[in-house]
């Protein structure tokens, strides 16, 4: 997940924001983040359900939220 980060999307996973990633069925999410002294990797699946991922079509995969809209997503 780093390296796709890094070198996919260029942006350095080191400055301390979160990379979210759902699955195509959107029942699995993994939260990608530095920690001071590390990665640290989060995963959840969901038994029932799924996320709900904000769309945002004009921007394709990658998209940028604020923190209100990521707690409100997951």
Known sequence: VYKRQTHEFAVDVLRGDYFVFFNRALDRCK?????????????????RGSFQRPLDPASGLSIEIDATTFTDSV
């Open 31 to 47: 939260i990608l983040m530095w920690d001071r002294d590390g990665l640290v990797v989060w995963a959840k699946r969901l038994e």
